[in-house]
């Protein structure tokens, strides 16, 4: 007998005014996160990050990334083979800068998070390419 497996949840929305998100964020959190920016290749603080835990939003908390799911890319960022749960990621067609990706956001409040392509590791071959201003860690424990 098997067991279906109940239904992703999606997070609760969260919605702000331009100025909230500003007096709320860095910067450098905001014109990557509201303004869809992108931080320098090996400039985040996630990118050689290897402490366990889980990478949450920067601006509402939602958990993204687990660090058991994260690896060496070699890109700059930060990548994972998949987040902790696809309910909590919205993902949309960006034809921006002269290429076609697939842009990764957060579901609850539309946080810009980076992009996801299609070569990344087994067991899934995805490369969810997160920008560190995205992302707040949470150590294990």
Known sequence: MTTAKPPASHPARVEKSDAEW???LTEQQYQVTRRHGTERAFTGCFWDHHEEGRYLCVCCGTPLFASGQKYESGSGWPSWWQPIDE?????????SHG????????????AHLGHV????????????CIN?????FEPKG
């Open 22 to 24: 500003r007096a709320q």
């Open 87 to 95: 309910a909590n990621l919205a993902l949309r067609r960006d034809a």
């Open 99 to 110: 290429m076609l990706r697939t842009e990764v956001l957060c579901a609850a409040c539309d």
């Open 117 to 128: 392509f299609d070569d990344g590791p087994p067991p899934t071959g995805l490369r969810y």
């Open 132 to 136: 560190s201003a995205s992302l707040r």
